[in-house]
């Protein structure tokens, strides 16, 4: 027996430079191909190894009624925890059986539900009112505000009602039109439509001093719009959400898109991460959604990332 | 030996797979709860591959059944959102199949466009309605009724394990229903007996009097219903529909159905013989995913299993062909 080995032998008896048993993770999303969710599993997964997980990370290329087989496949293997970046809604057989298990759920920005512990996201409210207050602080509250708002996607919806209470709150800034773009070819195409046909029927110089859009698309479609227009030096202020890249290179150009919103994949990723490590502490989690600051951007950070 | 090793050579192979898992996975795999929800996992595939398999009889194709399974699921969810109830519109979604299915079998049979053609251009147009009926948006939450979505989660209970119920899924139960209907119409009537004639020589069965377009147009009504039946029990499963969900079963189930055809006596294909590549493919995912191969990978080992499979038994043919 070598020194070594003699070593290793004393360390393993007394305990010592052998790790216990790691906890198992499983992260199960059907949407792994996408760019948001390659950043939150980023994100995830540096945490992950820095607390030396055994990690899972389960892609079912858009299969949903895969995401619950494979809930319930890791449930048998007896994870530790599990995280989902899916709709709750979707897949409550497979919550249930994580549930009946007693193995934790924690959402990636996946959407509330009972049997969640809790969801890392970002603020949708937080983002909603940072923009539409960016518009009124920029036109000095007064002026007229074009919406771009899509009401029957819950987590958009939320933004537009922000931005309602925002500019309600300013007496002198009327909101011209609250337009719900079609948004089956992405919305860029039919929101600057749209846009053109409000600029068309608005032709005085300084009848439109803002657009607020309550995601990037819009606001690109709108900034099309008033540069095909020549009314690209009216001074017409708009804002989108996301800052998706085309939005930042918008807004790099020094345009007249001037700010959007950044959310933190990574950082929910991570958060998410020490989210799942807290309930493994046994800590309850009372607060059931967790929010991961987001950052305006603006010509003085566009180009960063 | 050759011999032997056709015959027996994929049920060994399967025999292995499954201890190859049970080892591996010495605590989890081979437990009743784990394959209760193999079962309900598979199950429906096995409900496309087993009515696939009828099709497949007369050396047919139907590459529509995904995209039945998409339609099927969001038209039953429509009606669900204009307030009917969950059994008239299981039973109008079940209804769209059956027409979806016999419009198939007219024009394979009665046009005579080869069916990977003409199954190829409906797979485009049901999609399609798919995505018209539903206005691409994935229906879910308080549109579906709780109902609907509880019979995927529910079944009768038949026993304890680890303090918790053991529970037999009604998705499975479906499964095995529909198993059987098309074991008894396969192998235990006239009909199917007339379909394995039209599969080994169409001519010499028209000649023998079998009325072979009728048949052939009939045969594709259960694959319609089949594959409308799958879609709804996807999309109880997961409480919502959308237009593109059912989409990935039609691949799999005729994998399915080749991956069993390799255990029969004479390559022919059998509803028996498919739910056994059904369940192959449900134990590597489970199995795969236990041991926490990665997801990507777990793909490629399948497809390369299903290569190898099906590659063994054709040189094993040939060798047997050889010898005569």
Do not use: C, H
């Amino acid at each position: 027996m070598t020194l070594r080995t003699t070593f290793i032998g004393l360390a393993a008896a007394t305990g010592l430079g052998v790790p216990a048993l790691a906890q198992e993770v499983a992260v199960i999303t059907p949407y792994l191909a996408q760019p948001g969710t390659q950043f939150y599993v980023d994100g995830f997964t540096a945490r992950a190894e820095e607390l030396g997980w055994d990690l899972n990370v389960i892609d079912t290329a858009g299969d949903v009624a895969a995401v619950i087989s494979r809930m319930e496949d890791v449930v048998n293997q007896g994870v530790d925890a599990i995280v989902i970046n899916v709709d709750p809604a979707q897949i409550g057989a497979g919550l249930q059986t994580a549930e009946d298990a007693g193995i934790p759920v924690v959402g990636m920005d996946a959407g509330s539900d009972p049997l969640v512990a809790a969801n890392v996201t970002s603020n949708g409210y937080a983002m909603a009112a940072e923009t539409a207050v960016y518009v009124a602080n920029r036109i000095g509250g007064e002026g007229n505000v074009v919406m771009f708002t899509f009401d029957p996607f819950p987590p958009v919806q939320a933004r537009g009602v922000i931005a309602d209470a925002v500019f309600g709150n300013f007496p002198d800034i009327q909101v011209l039109d609250r337009i719900t773009p079609d948004v089956s070819d992405g919305g860029i195409a039919d929101s600057r439509a749209q846009m053109e046909a409000l600029l068309a029927a608005n032709p005085e110089e300084g009848s439109i001093d803002a657009v607020w859009a309550a995601w990037d698309q819009p606001a690109l479609g709108a900034l099309q719009a008033i540069e095909a227009a020549g009314r690209a030096d009216e001074g017409i202020v708009i804002t989108g959400i996301d800052a998706n890249p085309q939005a930042r290179e918008a807004i790099a150009a020094g345009g007249n898109f001037e700010a959007s919103v950044a959310q933190d994949f990574e950082g929910i990723g991570q958060t998410a991460a020490d989210t799942v490590a807290r309930i493994l502490e046994g800590e309850e989690i009372v607060q059931r959604v967790i929010y991961v600051p987001t950052t305006l951007v603006t010509v003085a950070n566009a180009d960063a990332e | 030996m050759m011999q032997v090793a056709r015959r027996f050579g994929g049920v060994a192979g399967m025999l292995a797979v499954i201890a190859f898992f049970a080892i591996n996975l010495p605590e989890t795999f081979l437990t009743p709860r784990n394959l209760l929800n193999i079962s309900q996992q598979i199950s429906m595939l096995t409900v496309v591959a087993a009515t696939m398999t009828v099709v497949m009889v007369m050396g047919d194709f139907d590459l529509s059944v995904g995209s039945m399974a998409s339609l099927s699921g969001v038209v039953a969810a429509i009606l669900f959102t204009q307030d009917w109830s969950v059994p008239a519109a299981v039973g109008v979604a079940l209804a769209v199949g059956l027409a979806g299915g016999l419009f198939n079998g007219i024009v394979v049979s009665v046009v005579g466009i080869l069916p990977f053609v003409a199954t190829l251009a409906t797979l485009t147009v049901f999609s399609g309605l798919a995505f018209v009926v539903s206005d691409g948006r994935t229906i879910f939450g308080r549109d579906i009724p709780p109902g609907f979505g509880d019979f995927a989660r529910g079944g009768p209970v038949i026993g304890m394990a680890d303090e918790r119920a053991l529970v037999l899924p009604n998705l499975t139960l479906v499964a095995i229903a529909v198993v059987l209907v098309i074991w008894i119409v396969l192998e235990q009537t006239s009909y199917g007996r007339r379909l394995y004639a039209i599969g080994g020589n169409r001519d010499a069965a028209r000649l023998a009097g079998i009325p072979v377009v009728p048949l052939r147009l009939s045969a594709f009504a259960f694959t319609g219903v089949g594959a409308a039946l799958a879609g709804l029990m996807y999309a109880s499963r997961v409480a919502s529909a959308n237009p593109t969900q059912g989409d990935g079963l039609m691949l799999t189930a005729i994998a399915a159905v080749f991956l069993g055809m390799t255990l029969t006596r004479d390559g022919q294909p059998k509803v028996l013989a498919t739910l056994a590549g059904v369940a192959v493919l449900g134990v590597l995912d489970n199995g795969l995913t236990q041991m926490r191969v990665d997801s990507y990978v777990r793909e490629v080992l399948v497809g390369a299993i299903i290569l190898f499979a099906v590659g063994l038994s054709a040189l094993g043919r040939r060798g047997a062909a050889r010898r005569r």
